[in-house]
């Protein structure tokens, strides 16, 4: 599986990802984003989406370990991932972009804009991907 996560640099950008090579993706509440969070499996793999005023995917990541326990939720019942850094991506994606092309238009990212943690299609991963890439 192939997956989009996305988060504030203000909080937590890729160049921190860069830095610590690894990190516990938590503190997400969402019910949807947390069905996407348990589905997710050591190695599958991640394009990094910063939002705030970068509003792009800018690198790639993968899953390090399989879904646990999230240490940010008292409850118990939410879960985190550990991902590893990937590569920086050539050129962000912008968002604009993506919205751009009607390839997209069923894409959760332009669907549903507030989900942080969604599936990529196979057949759009490529396309992310090679936009990027050149």
């Known amino acids: 599986m192939r997956w989009l996560i996305k988060g504030d640099p ?3 950008g890729f160049r921190e990802l860069e830095r610590d090579r690894r990190t516990l993706w938590d503190g997400i509440g969402n019910a949807l984003a947390q069905k996407h969070l348990r589905a997710m499996r050591k190695g599958d793999e991640l394009l ?3 939002t705030g005023e970068v ?3 800018v690198g790639t990541a993968r899953v390090a370990a399989a879904p646990r ?3 940010a939720d008292p409850t118990g019942k939410r879960v985190a991932v550990e991902i590893a850094v990937g590569k920086r991506l050539a050129r962000p994606i912008l968002l604009a972009e993506i919205k751009a092309d009607r390839a997209f238009r069923d894409f959760a990212l332009v669907r549903i804009g507030r989900l942080s943690v969604m599936p990529v299609p196979d057949e759009l991963w490529p396309r992310l991907t090679g936009t990027a890439e050149g």
Do not use: F, K
Request: proline share 8%; net charge negative; charged share 35%.
């Open 10 to 12: 203000a909080d937590y």
């Open 48 to 50: 990094v989406y910063e």
């Open 55 to 57: 509003r792009a995917v």
């Open 69 to 71: 326990a999230d240490p």
